[in-house]
């Protein structure tokens, strides 16, 4: 069985940053794409980001690219996400997930593996 964990949520002030950490267990984590989606309130889970199983490839939602960051390190079974540059309506729960694939992923349904979510918010 496969448990996710997100940490590094909080509340920052527009233009900040904050890091998120996933934290894997399991052998598999290197095999496998991972992905950040994130949910506001009264709105359905987005795509955020994903990574493929070896980093080499990255895909980002217009809403975050140039201030998001994907990456992985796969000796230590974690995926982060960098998110500089932060506005109000990134405030969202923040989820990892795994997908059943190893290139990159953009849709919930290609992801079956998921952590209970972070909470980000971010004043103005």
């Known amino acids: 069985q496969v448990q996710l964990v997100e940490s590094g949520g909080g509340l920052v002030q527009a233009g900040g940053s904050l890091r998120l950490s996933c934290a894997a267990s399991?052998?598999?984590?290197?095999?496998?794409?991972m992905g950040w989606f994130r949910q506001a309130p009264g709105k359905e889970r987005e795509f955020v980001a994903t990574?493929?199983?070896?980093?080499?490839?990255?895909y980002y939602a217009d809403s975050v690219k140039g201030r998001f960051t994907i990456s992985r390190d796969n000796a230590k079974n974690t995926v982060y996400l960098q998110m500089n540059s932060l506005k109000p309506e990134d405030t969202a729960v923040y989820y990892c997930?795994?997908?059943?694939?190893?290139?990159?992923?953009?849709?919930?349904?290609?992801?079956?593996?998921w952590g209970q979510g972070t909470q980000v918010t971010v004043s103005s």
């Open positions: 990574i493929s199983w070896n980093g080499g490839s990255t």
């Open positions: 399991g052998r598999t984590f290197s095999t496998y794409t």
């Open positions: 997930a795994r997908s059943v694939y190893s290139r990159v992923a953009v849709r919930s349904n290609e992801y079956n593996y």
